[in-house]
């Protein structure tokens, strides 16, 4: 298997200063996954933290032409490949070459290439060669490599589940709820994760989102209403209007107008710091049946308010109730 690549200056950019940072604060370790048409960093999609077990998933996936110029991945498995690597490893190496491409232009006009590519190559010390991720840094008058160790590339089958996984990922709630004020959510989050580690937590048709963590001797719970809606959506009773947040929230899912589930304070701490790579619009929602609590953040084209449909970014935190529907 082979994958050689040459960075964008805006694709570099944005894994060094948005995506990397974010995602180190999710996970220490991270799968890279090469297609022929998307470069993708997936946390925690497989090994006994998935889906069934503890903590959250997230992916970023990007269109190559995104983050590359020039872009060859190729294996006998359909020309994917995919590894894993230490997340702040490979933000060092990435940072490492931007500080060399600054400081050294290249010659005339073109400029200065980060080129990265996956070797073996058998280290001082070593009896066999190991697997990088290599960067090559050249200037007018240098180039700087850098070697990133990574795992051995994952077998077929372990790219199947990997894909798998990934499918599975990408369904959808039925409704999503877009939570406009991001600090005032993270400043709420800080509150609540001082009274209790479980967190209810209710999306509703109607625009609403709500947080309530409940202990043997106090419930405290707050209420973002009316906002805006993406997919199924229903009017709220006007005589919901006149009872407790709590209640209300209980009647919508008994109307089968809302779905509640129960996560980890600590895993949805670590989803906020996905605000890291700055989105331009976040949205919350439940999977069907309860299976998880789904954040998605939205990026747009740059000037516009235009989808990017080049970059795909959300988490998926896993449940600690069945849920109801």
């Not at 903590?55 to 872009?71: I, M, S, T």
């Given at each position: 298997m082979k994958f050689k690549a040459s960075f964008t200056d805006d694709g570099i950019s944005l894994l060094d200063k948005r995506f990397l940072p974010a995602?180190?604060?999710?996970?220490?370790?991270?799968?890279?996954?090469?297609?022929?048409?998307?470069?993708?960093?997936?946390?925690?999609?497989?090994?006994?933290?998935?889906?069934?077990?503890?903590?959250?998933?997230?992916?970023?996936?990007?269109?190559?032409?995104?983050?590359?110029?020039?872009?060859?991945?190729?294996?006998?498995?359909?020309?994917?490949?995919?590894?894993?690597?230490?997340?702040?490893?490979?933000?060092?190496?990435?940072?490492?070459?931007?500080?060399?491409?600054?400081?050294?232009?290249?010659?005339?006009?073109?400029?200065?290439?980060?080129?990265?590519?996956?070797?073996?190559?058998?280290?001082?010390?070593?009896?066999?060669?190991?697997?990088?991720?290599?960067?090559?840094?050249?200037?007018?008058?240098?180039?700087?490599?850098?070697?990133?160790?990574?795992?051995?590339?994952?077998?077929?089958?372990?790219?199947?589940?990997?894909?798998?996984?990934?499918?599975?990922?990408?369904?959808?709630?039925?409704?999503?709820?877009?939570?406009?004020?991001?600090?005032q959510l993270q400043n709420l989050v800080d509150r609540l994760k001082n009274i209790g580690d479980l967190l209810s937590v209710t999306v509703t048709q109607y625009g609403d989102l709500h947080l309530q963590v409940s202990t043997s001797l106090v419930t405290v719970g707050s209420e973002f209403k009316r906002l805006r809606i993406l997919g199924a959506r229903a009017n709220a009773p006007v005589v919901d209007q006149n009872v407790s947040a709590t209640i209300r929230m209980e009647m919508a899912v008994e109307r089968g107008e809302a779905l509640s589930v129960q996560v980890s304070m600590k895993h949805l701490v670590k989803s906020l710091q996905c605000h890291l790579a700055k989105p331009d619009c976040t949205f919350y929602g439940i999977a069907p049946n309860g299976a998880c609590l789904t954040v998605i953040f939205q990026y747009f084209i740059p000037g516009t308010r235009l989808t990017d449909k080049s970059i795909s970014f959300y988490c998926r935190l896993p449940v600690l109730d069945p849920g109801t529907s």
């Open positions: 995602i180190d604060k999710v996970g220490r370790v991270c799968h890279v996954y090469l297609t022929p048409t998307h470069a993708m960093l997936l946390h925690n999609l497989l090994g006994s933290t998935g889906p069934e077990g503890d903590g959250p998933q997230c992916v970023a996936q990007f269109a190559k032409d995104l983050l590359f110029r020039e872009y060859n991945v190729s294996s006998r498995d359909g020309n994917r490949v995919a590894f894993s690597v230490d997340v702040a490893l490979l933000h060092r190496a990435i940072r490492s070459a931007l500080a060399v491409h600054a400081q050294s232009p290249a010659d005339g006009d073109a400029p200065a290439a980060i080129q990265v590519k996956l070797v073996n190559k058998q280290t001082p010390g070593s009896r066999s060669a190991a697997p990088f991720l290599t960067f090559e840094t050249k200037g007018a008058r240098s180039a700087v490599v850098q070697d990133v160790p990574i795992s051995k590339p994952l077998s077929r089958s372990d790219v199947a589940r990997l894909q798998d996984a990934l499918d599975a990922a990408q369904e959808l709630p039925e409704t999503l709820v877009q939570v406009p004020d991001l600090q």
